[in-house]
């Protein structure tokens, strides 16, 4: 995943480039001038971590050390068990949506609950119980 700030017409527009799979997705993130969307690039920009208003569900263990790719399941879990909007549009942007599915399909660490909301939320069928 890169940053991507480009300057048109004199002012400065930032997008979000990742690859899934074969093609190249580049989500529009808004003007820089925007405080939300500096928020966002800055919290993207660091490179392994999470931002540090997301230390806040890792308390018990050293967020420091968290690695957001090889770490990558147990940080989903964690911000869909108890994170907020902001950190959910983090996940978002950091994330593939296929990650995040195949977190909400696999996962041992998601609360049923939670499951079944983020599966309609993201707009997927919600498998029955039986």
Known sequence: MTIVVRTIHGGQYAYVSRREGKR??????????????????DSLSEEKGIPARMRRLFWDTDSESLDSARHAT?????????????????????????????????SKGL??????FW???????VPCAS
């Open 24 to 41: 190249t997705v580049q989500t529009y993130l808004g003007p820089m001038s925007r405080p939300d969307v500096q928020a966002i690039v």
């Open 111 to 116: 609360s049923p609950r939670s499951r079944v």
């Open 74 to 106: 147990a940080i989903i879990e964690r911000v869909l068990e108890m994170g907020d909007l902001q950190d959910v549009r983090w996940l978002q942007h950091r994330y593939a949506g296929t990650t995040i599915a195949q977190v909400l399909t696999l």
């Open 119 to 125: 599966n309609l939320w993201f707009g997927r069928e």
